[in-house]
């Protein structure tokens, strides 16, 4: 009898500790990858906006507003559109949870930084002073609580194989880093 409860007991455990397997060794499900997308999406536009930006002439203020305007409103919809979408997909694993949460949050208050320099930068005049004025707007808008919690999210996901494997591979990763 003691050594069918053992047994049994065993069994058990065999059954559970396969069946509670790290997420890192589980292949990327299509939400998790739905997630890595979402997360280096949200940067993309911002990024190719501020090239822009940065090619812009200074000495043609009314180019130099046109293309910081774009970079504040590719920003405010990116971002937007990354907290929506990662919030109706949720974490991508239990472990993650916090990360997620972070992120949902860094996003969120970007966007909401982002849609408030809005008006202010379009009312600023084009003139050799539009630039320092713009960057004053936006760091007087900001509602980013955290802003250091981007560099963790990426440090966390740097650290897991599983999703760095991910970021490697998705394409709105790659044009972060070709950046």
């Known amino acids: 009898m003691r050594t069918r409860l053992i047994a049994a007991v065993l069994a058990a455990t065999t059954v559970l500790t396969s069946a509670c397997a790290s997420d890192e060794e589980k292949p990327l499900t299509d939400a998790q990858s739905r997630w890595v ?25 009314a ?4 293309a ?11 971002f937007k559109s990354a907290a929506q979408e990662l919030g109706e997909l949720g974490p991508p694993s239990d472990d993650l949870k916090d990360l997620h949460d972070r992120l949902v949050a860094y996003v969120g208050e970007s966007a909401r930084s982002y ?47 599983k999703y760095s494997d991910a970021i490697g591979k998705a394409q709105a990763c790659d044009e972060l880093k070709a950046g």
């Open 37 to 61: 997308d979402a997360f280096c999406g949200a940067f993309v536009p911002g990024l190719k906006a501020g090239k822009a930006l940065q090619a812009q002439d200074a000495a043609n203020p």
């Open 63 to 66: 180019a130099v507003k046109t």
């Open 68 to 78: 910081y305007l774009k970079l504040v409103d590719d920003n405010a919809a990116a």
């Open 115 to 161: 849609e408030a320099a809005k008006a202010p930068v379009t009312a600023l005049e084009a003139n050799a002073a539009f630039w320092d004025a713009a960057e004053k707007v936006l760091a007087d808008t900001s509602q980013v609580s955290n802003p250091e919690q981007l560099r963790a999210t990426f440090d966390a996901l740097e650290k897991s194989p």
